[in-house]
């Protein structure tokens, strides 16, 4: 796997993004780092690699560079999996609020991410796809995982960027500016399966 660029004080933070396929996770990315959105189900095999620059508030002004890691296809490869979790430093769980199956499945992607990430790190749950209020289906509140909840559109953009920046202040501890100045380029990385 190809190594991270970082950011000029040298630190990268990597999250990733995990959840049932068609949650609406590359969506999600889209609107939050390119700021726009497409209905085209494009599935895509490998990891999506995205830079976020921000700086901290405050006199002490730090750069910081968070990555965010968007699996897709292949979930099934347990090894690619592992490679995927490591090293990451807080995750975001999609699901789609119009399907009861993926809201079910946040239970095993929180399990899968603790057991390979090893470290307690902050976890957020998105609820996905708000905008489509008629098709919601009903889903019991996600009080026992004790993790933040967001109900996001990234149809729409309603909570993406304050989904993701609270997660991102979570991990650094600090308030961070909200604006990339220069938006990321995506990055697309092909695995092989052995
Ligand atoms: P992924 O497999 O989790 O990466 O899901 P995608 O981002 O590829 O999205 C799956 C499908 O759901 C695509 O057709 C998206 O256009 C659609 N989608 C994603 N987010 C939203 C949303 O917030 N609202 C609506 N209406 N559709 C969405
Ligand atoms: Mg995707």
Redesign the pocket.
């Known amino acids: 796997m190809k190594s991270m660029e970082t950011s000029p004080n040298g630190k990268s933070l990597k999250v990733i993004v995990i959840?049932?396929?068609?949650?609406?996770?590359?969506?999600?990315v889209?609107r939050f780092i390119h700021r726009t959105?497409?209905?085209?189900?494009?599935?895509t095999i490998g990891v999506d690699i995205s830079p976020f620059n921000t700086v901290t508030k405050g006199p002490r002004q730090r750069a910081i560079r968070f990555v965010l890691w968007?699996m897709?296809g292949q979930t099934h490869f347990k090894r690619f999996r592992s490679r995927f979790y490591s090293g990451t430093s807080g995750a975001i769980v999609?699901y789609?609020l119009t399907n009861a199956t993926s809201f079910r499945n946040v239970q095993e992607w929180i399990k899968e991410c603790q057991e390979n990430v090893r470290k307690i790190i902050p976890i957020i749950i998105v609820g996905?796809?708000?905008?489509?209020t008629e098709l919601r289906v009903d889903t019991p509140r996600l009080l026992e995982h004790g993790f933040p909840v967001y109900y996001?559109?990234?149809?729409?953009g309603d909570e993406v960027d304050n989904s993701f920046m609270t997660l991102f202040e979570e991990i650094v501890e600090e308030p961070l500016e909200k604006g990339d100045t220069e938006p990321g380029k995506t990055t697309h990385i092909s695995y092989d399966s052995s």
């Open positions: 959840g049932d396929g068609g949650a609406g996770k590359t969506s999600l889209n959105f497409s209905s085209i189900y494009k599935t968007d897709s999609v789609d996905n796809k708000s905008d489509l996001t559109s990234a149809k729409n």
